[in-house]
Nanobody, 116 residues
Framework: QVQLVESGGGLVQPGGSLRLSCVVS????????IGWFRQAPGKEREGVSC????????YYADSVKGRFAISRDNPRNTMYLQMSSLKPEDTAVYYC?????????WGQGTQVTVSS
């Protein structure tokens, strides 16, 4: 059974940092493209960062370049999103996703709120 469990969200002040984690079970993470997405209230879900299988290529949305970093720990079957220099506009529910074509598997989401 495929399962993605996220953690690490919370309330942080502007300029602060958070690290999101997503533990994946049901298959070996190394073989698949992974990504983080977010959805702010009243907005569509958007891609934040993605990395291909084998970490060949990486994508970051312009709004997070230089501030966020995606990574994975294959032995732990866990993916991460390190977020730094957070801004109020980063406030959203963050979702991890694994792309195992033709299926996409999503985590349940974790709330990140950036506010003073």
């Amino acid at each position: 059974q495929v399962q993605l469990v996220e953690s690490g969200g919370g309330l942080v002040q502007p300029g602060g940092s958070l690290r999101l984690s997503c533990v994946v079970s049901g298959f070996t993470l190394d073989y698949y493209a992974i990504g983080w997405f977010r959805q702010a209230p009243g907005k569509e879900r958007e891609g934040v960062s993605c990395v291909s299988a084998g970490d060949v290529s990486t994508y970051y949305a312009d709004s997070v370049k230089g501030r966020f970093a995606i990574s994975r720990d294959n032995p732990r079957n866990t993916m991460y999103l390190q977020m730094s220099s957070l801004k109020p506009e980063d406030t959203a529910v963050y979702y991890c996703r694994v792309q195992a074509a033709p299926m996409h598997y999503w985590g349940q989401g974790t709330q990140v709120t950036v506010s003073s």
